[in-house]
């Protein structure tokens, strides 16, 4: 059993800054990609940035340049540090990693999900 647990969200004006950390726990051999994702009331859920094992990093356009992503391998954990903020950020935003649990096994497990406000 894997688990993603995500922590920092809140509520926070304009202009401000939040950090999102989720770490993964469990049976885990390895963990390949990991990243964040965001779902607002009424829309599809959405890639918000992704880093590999290798430490490539991807980016939706409407955050680039606001939003770092980075990793601690050893914590297995991932961050998310969101500058300059505004209310269209405001969504659920949900941890994702690619985790090996076995040999022959690997599969996409999601956190619960943390809730971010932006207030105009």
């Known amino acids: 059993q894997v688990q993603l647990v995500e922590s920092g969200g809140g509520s926070v004006q304009a202009g401000g800054s939040l950090r999102l950390s989720c770490a993964a726990s469990?049976?885990?051999?390895?963990?390949?990609?990991m990243g964040w994702y965001r779902q607002a009331p009424g829309k599809q859920r959405e890639l918000v940035a992704v880093?590999?094992?290798?430490?490539?990093?991807n980016y939706a356009d409407s955050v680039k340049g606001r939003f770092t992503i980075s990793r601690d391998s050893a914590k297995k954990s991932v961050y998310l540090q969101m500058n300059s903020l505004a209310p269209e950020d405001t969504s659920v935003y949900y941890c994702?990693?690619?985790?090996?649990?076995?040999?022959?096994?690997?599969?996409?497990?999601w956190g619960q999900g943390t809730q971010v406000t932006v207030s105009s």
């Open positions: 880093v590999t094992g290798g430490g490539q990093t």
């Open positions: 469990g049976i885990i051999v390895s963990i390949d990609g």
């Open positions: 994702n990693a690619n985790v090996r649990t076995s040999f022959w096994n690997s599969r996409d497990y």
